[in-house]
Nanobody, 124 residues
Framework: QVQLVESGGGLVQAGGSLRLSCAAS????????MGWFRQAPGKEREFVAT????????YVVDSVKGRFTISRDNAKRTVYLQMNSLKPDDTAAYYC?????????????????WGQGTQVTVSS
């Protein structure tokens, strides 16, 4: 069983930056691909970014490309989402997810474990 705990959310002005962290316990973290998703009120949960087991393979959704970067530190069992040039449209609850496979996925059903989420609010 894998437990995921997100942190780093908060209120930021448009154009600002935040770094989200997701700490994992249980399981073999270095064998899992990881992902970040977000969900705004009244909307479905959507994919944001994913990273493979080694950190050498990453993919982000087009709407955040060039602004968000996903990374991981297997020694610390932590995955990060660096968010720059934030926009009001980025406002959402952000969720970390773990996949019991080494390779990435961009759909919610590709992940086996989920964190509780951290709120990001971007003011205009």
């Amino acid at each position: 069983q894998v437990q995921l705990v997100e942190s780093g959310g908060g209120l930021v002005q448009a154009g600002g930056s935040l770094r989200l962290s997701c700490a994992a316990s249980g399981g073999t973290f270095s064998s899992y691909a990881m992902g970040w998703f977000r969900q705004a009120p009244g909307k479905e949960r959507e994919f944001v970014a994913t990273i493979n087991w080694s950190g050498e393979g990453t993919y982000v959704v087009d709407s955040v490309k060039g602004r968000f970067t996903i990374s991981r530190d297997n020694a610390k069992r932590t995955v990060y989402l660096q968010m720059n040039s934030l926009k009001p449209d980025d406002t959402a609850a952000y969720y970390c997810a773990a996949r019991s496979r080494r390779w990435t996925a961009s759909t919610t059903d590709g992940y086996d474990y989920w964190g509780q989420g951290t709120q990001v609010t971007v003011s205009s």
